[in-house]
C-alpha cells in the first residue's frame, strides 16, 4: 500500500483549498473495498491488528527512554477538527490501543483566566509529553489562529504573527527529541448537521451539544479559511499537517491508525539493551531461593 | 454472584496478615471456572464485556461534569504490589478499557530534587483527577510507609505519623466528591521469581527489570509486615482496602474489573439532562439548512 503520509500530506506549496479534499473519499483504502457491506467491519479489524502494533511501538518507545532518558523520544499528536469531526472518537480507537501508561493526553479549551494572562503557548508548553510518552491534544495551539480568528478575540495584528511563532515553536519541539504529527479530521457540512442532530435526538450525547457549536457552524466558511490558512502557514517538513476525510468514521480511525503507525515507523524504534550485567543478576536471582 | 468488594476487602478490625490470603486463590470466581482449561479464555471475555460497561460508566461521569462541575465527582483507583505484582499489565487491561481522554494516570517513582523539599503529600495532590475523571495512581502516597519505612529512609517518627496523616487527607478527598477504590495486588515470593526470570530471560522484557527490584526482594518479609500495618490503619469505610490475589493474572484482570464495576454501580451514574433548550436548539439547526 502506498505511504498513507503522502497520499494525506497537505500540498502547501500553494494555499490549501480544503473544498478540493472530498470529505467522503478514501485515499488509500485497498481497491474492492471502498464499496463492499463488509468494509466497515474490515477497517475495523485492520484497526485492532494495527492497534496492537502501536502499543508494542509505544512500549518501546516508554522502554528507551526508561533505560536511558538523555536518548528517548517522544510522540505528540496534534488534532484538530470542526465541532463533530471525530476527535474523540479518534483518540478512543487509535489512542486507546496503547497502554494508558504511556499515554499524555490533553484537552484544550478555552482558556482559564490564568492561561490568559500568558502568552498563547504557555500552556501547551505545560501539557508537552515527557520523553518516552505519546502525547495526543485534542484541540491545540492551533485555536489560536482558529476560534480566535473567526471570532475576532484579538486583532489581526495579534493573530497573524502567530503562524510563525507556532512554526519556531514546533521546530524547538522536533529539535528537542518530539515527532510531531498534526492531523485534521475534515467533515462536511452536512455531516456536521448529521452529527449535531444526533446529539439533540439521543439522551447519551446531549451532553455533547453545546448550543455555541451552532455559531461556529454559522460561521463554517470563515473557519474553513481560517483552517486552510493555517495548514498552508504551519506545513512543513519536520512538522507537517495531515488532512483525513472524516465523514466516514471507520475510514478516519482506519487512516489515522496508519498515520500514526508510519510515525512510529519512522523511529526505528527498539526494545533496549539492558543497562546491567544480565548473568549476574541471573545469578543472585538463582541464588536467593 | 456475591459483590466482589465483600469477597476482597481486608478485615482491619484485627491487624491483616498477607499470609492469610493466597496469592493464587479466585475469590468469587463462578464455580466450574476454576480448572477448566478454558477459564483463562473465559475470563479474558468477562473483562472486554465489563470494559464496555466501565467504558460507558466513565463517559457518564464526563459528561457529568461537563455539564456541571460542581456536582461532578471523580473516582481514584489507587494500584499498590510488589514488584512484579502485575499494575501495568492491570491498567493496561482494566483502565484500557475506558477512553483515554477521561482517565488521569499518574506512576509515582522515587520523588525528584523538588518534591523532597514538600511533604509527602505534595506531589500527590497535584496529581488528582479532577472532576469528572478516573484516576490511576501506579504506586502512591502509600509509598511513604512502605519503601520509606523498609528501607529507613526517614526515622520512624517521620513515617509513623502519616498513617493519620494519609487517613485525614483521604477523608478530605472523600468528603469533596472523589471516590477512593485502593487495590493491593497480591503476588507470591514464587511468583515473583517466575517473573522476574521472565524479565531476565525475555529481550522485550530487559527494560522492565531493575536491580534494585532483587534489593527489595530480599527484604520480602519486611515488605509484607509494612504493606500489613498500612492496610491495617488505613482501611476505612470511606476509603476501603481491597487485596486482589494476583499470581493469576486472568484473575487479577477480572476482579479488579468487578471492584471497578462495583464501585461505578454506586455512583449510580447517569447520563445529565441537557442544561439548554432542546425543541430550540432543533428549530435553529433545522432552520440553518
Redesign the interface.
Known amino acids: 500500500m502506498s505511504e498513507m503520509r503522502s497520499l494525506l500530506r497537505v500540498c502547501s506549496d500553494r494555499p490549501v483549498d480544503l473544498a478540493d479534499i472530498d470529505p467522503r473519499s478514501t485515499p488509500g483504502l485497498p481497491n474492492k473495498k471502498v464499496t463492499g457491506a463488509d468494509t466497515k467491519l474490515w477497517a475495523r479489524g485492520e484497526v485492532d491488528r494495527i492497534g496492537d502494533e502501536l502499543a508494542t511501538q509505544q512500549e518501546m518507545l516508554f522502554?528507551?527512554a526508561?533505560?536511558d532518558p538523555r536518548l528517548g523520544r517522544s510522540v505528540l499528536l496534534v488534532l484538530q477538527a470542526m465541532d463533530c469531526g471525530g476527535k474523540?472518537g479518534a483518540?478512543?480507537r487509535v489512542?486507546?490501543a496503547?497502554?494508558?501508561?504511556g499515554?499524555h493526553?490533553k484537552?484544550f479549551g478555552p482558556p482559564t483566566e490564568e492561561e490568559r494572562r500568558h502568552d498563547f503557548l504557555w500552556r501547551i508548553r505545560k501539557a508537552l509529553p515527557p520523553v518516552g510518552y505519546v502525547g495526543?491534544f485534542?484541540r491545540s495551539h492551533y485555536e489560536d489562529v482558529l476560534v480566535v480568528r473567526v471570532n475576532e478575540l484579538v486583532p489581526e495584528d495579534v493573530w497573524r504573527p502567530r503562524y510563525q511563532e507556532i512554526n519556531d515553536f514546533e521546530r524547538q519541539l522536533v529539535d528537542a527529541g518530539t515527532t510531531v504529527l498534526k492531523v485534521m479530521l475534515h467533515i462536511s457540512r452536512d455531516e456536521q448537521?448529521e452529527r449535531?442532530?444526533a446529539r439533540?435526538d439521543d439522551?447519551?450525547k446531549?451532553?455533547?451539544?453545546?448550543?455555541d457549536d451552532?455559531d461556529s457552524?454559522?460561521r463554517w466558511d470563515d473557519y474553513q479559511a481560517a483552517y486552510a490558512e493555517a495548514l498552508t502557514r504551519c506545513d512543513s517538513d519536520q512538522a507537517p499537517w495531515y488532512v483525513i476525510p472524516a465523514d466516514r468514521k471507520w475510514y478516519r480511525d482506519w487512516a489515522l491508525a496508519h498515520l500514526v503507525r508510519e510515525t512510529f515507523a519512522d523511529l526505528k524504534l527498539n526494545?533496549?539493551?539492558?543497562d546491567?550485567d544480565?548473568a549476574a543478576?541471573?545469578r543472585?536471582?538463582e541464588a536467593?531461593g
Open positions: 522502554a528507551q526508561t533505560v474523540d483518540v478512543k489512542a486507546g496503547m497502554n494508558p501508561l499515554l493526553i484537552a495526543v485534542n448537521r449535531l442532530t439533540l439522551p447519551t446531549h451532553w455533547k451539544f453545546n448550543p451552532l457552524r454559522a526494545y533496549p539493551e539492558p546491567y544480565l543478576q541471573r543472585r536471582l536467593d
